[in-house]
């Protein structure tokens, strides 16, 4: 029979197994995400009554996932325990090191105080992690990027220490690979105007409110009009002219594109309407909706119950909103296409281009980034690069689009690279849809005379 002692030291053992499976990561052996919340819960609130401050952080790593595709996830697993192995080697004293989940490690930094110690603390990890990582012979590089928050200041308790290093984590993600962010009042003093400005996009929305002004596109040899790119205004009466640059990103970030675009697009094919009829309309879509599967019924359907013919239609897409989910974007651009509407790819040159993308993709259109445009008068890399993509867009029959042109210099320099078609302050600004009309009218353009559209230069 068993003794008492004995069955009690059992049931010990045992609550140290389920301890340990309930805290600690299989994979790498490091605390897991219960153990984290606990201790920081712990220390919040051994601090509440000591004034030293203490600091979190939150790292992932940077396009870990390729790498696990690639080389499969026995290699990825691997790649995981290395980064703990580190991790836990370079912590400074009295550091926790767990893993958050996936490829998301966490810590608590009982002994950093303050911001700078933060960032440099985040940047002697970095250059740890940056170190190649051996797979069986194979060296694989892999960066990581960090979010920081610092207690009391970015929060007293686990939620919003938790959120706010979140968050320095997603802006270290957006400036690019490698980056090191510590949440502080200019952060937190964005974050509120961004809520700000959320509450009031989301009631000028409802209002109806945001408007679409239209700048022209010409044939450069002919110097006349072929369509007009919309594009996005909105003048709050309280925080006055936001740019689209602001305002676009915003509704993606906070999930209301959807509702933005459909609007948008609403109005510009509705205008579009009083065009000559072989006047295109050129539309910016944005990368949630590149996404999101129901893209090519939402628009087909609007240009539907307004009678805009699909092949007037051009979108505008960007390289960079195609690679977030490149087999949804895929179908979308073909479906789209099917119906008639053309592709354009946007801000070429600009970010990541890779020219693989215009034999995996088929487009219509490519448009030049205004970045090459505006130095081609001065600067002969320019006008090289300019150059090679106009023969290659040849070669490939797609039609080119310069932007951004804005005297007559750049204009003369790209029709006599062979560009088709310009797009800038030079042949005309984003107007409203009135002024439209009369910009039109007055190259001698209207609805019953077309389609020799000369405008006015
Ligand atoms: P984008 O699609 O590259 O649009 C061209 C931008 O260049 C516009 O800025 C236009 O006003 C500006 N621009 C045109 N010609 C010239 C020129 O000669 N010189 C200079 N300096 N600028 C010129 P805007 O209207 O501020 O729009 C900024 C960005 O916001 C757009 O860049 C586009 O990415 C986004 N956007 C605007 N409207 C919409 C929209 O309806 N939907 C979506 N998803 N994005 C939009
Ligand atoms: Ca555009
Ligand atoms: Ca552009």
């Keep these: 029979m068993m003794g008492k002692a004995v069955l009690s030291d059992i049931n010990a053992a045992g609550e140290q197994k389920l301890q340990q499976t309930v805290y600690t990561d299989a994979l790498t052996g490091l605390g897991n995400r219960n153990r984290f919340h606990d201790k920081v819960c712990q220390l919040a609130a051994e601090r509440a009554s000591d004034p030293a401050p203490f600091t979190i952080g939150i790292t992932n790593l940077d396009g870990f996932k390729p790498i696990n595709d690639l080389f499969g996830a026995a290699a990825g697993d691997e790649i995981l325990c290395q980064v703990a192995h580190r991790l836990k080697a370079c912590a400074p004293d009295g550091a926790t090191v767990t893993r958050y989940e996936g490829d998301s490690f966490a810590f608590i930094l009982p002994l950093v105080f303050e911001q700078s110690g933060a960032q440099k603390v985040g940047r002697m990890i970095r250059d740890v992690l940056s170190a190649p990582y051996d797979l069986g012979g194979r060296n694989v590089r892999l960066s990581a990027s960090f979010g920081f928050s610092v207690h009391p200041f970015a929060g007293e308790g686990y939620a919003e220490l938790v959120k706010n290093a979140e968050t320095a984590l997603y802006r270290s993600k957006r400036r690019g690979r490698g980056q090191v962010t510590v949440y502080s009042e200019e952060i937190a003093e964005e974050m509120r105007r961004a809520t700000q400005l959320e509450q009031a996009l989301r ?222 302050y030079f042949y005309g600004r984003p107007m409203t849809a009135a002024d439209t009309l009369r910009y039109l009218q007055d190259a001698g353009i209207s609805q019953s005379v077309y389609p020799t559209l000369r405008i006015r230069t």
């Design 203 to 424: 009631n000028a929305i409802i209002a109806d409110s945001v408007d679409t002004y239209f700048q022209p596109i010409v044939d450069l040899a002919s110097e006349t009009v072929v369509g007009f790119e919309a594009l996005a205004r909105w003048n709050d009466p309280e925080l006055g002219f936001v740019s689209p640059a602001v305002f676009i990103p915003l509704a993606e970030e906070r999930g209301f594109i959807d509702a933005l675009s459909e609007s948008l697009l609403r109005k510009a094919a509705e205008a579009a309407l009083g065009w000559p009829r072989d006047l295109f309309l050129s539309f910016n879509l944005s990368s949630a909706q590149l996404t999101d599967t129901s893209t090519t019924r939402t628009i087909l359907s609007i240009l539907g119950r307004i009678g805009f013919d699909p092949h007037r239609l051009e979108l505008e897409i960007t390289e960079t909103a195609m690679m977030t989910s490149a087999e949804t974007a895929h179908k979308i651009i073909t479906s789209l296409r099917a119906a008639g509407v053309g592709i354009s790819l946007d801000d070429f040159g600009a970010g990541q281009s890779s020219l693989g993308r215009l034999r995996e993709f088929s487009f219509d259109k490519v448009k030049i980034d205004r970045a090459f445009v505006s130095c081609i008068a001065t600067d002969k890399a320019s006008e090289h690069i300019v150059r090679a993509i106009v023969a290659m867009c040849a070669g490939l029959e797609l039609n080119v689009v310069a932007e951004g042109i804005e005297n007559a210099t750049e204009a003369e320099i790209l029709k006599s690279l062979g560009c088709g078609m310009g797009q800038g």
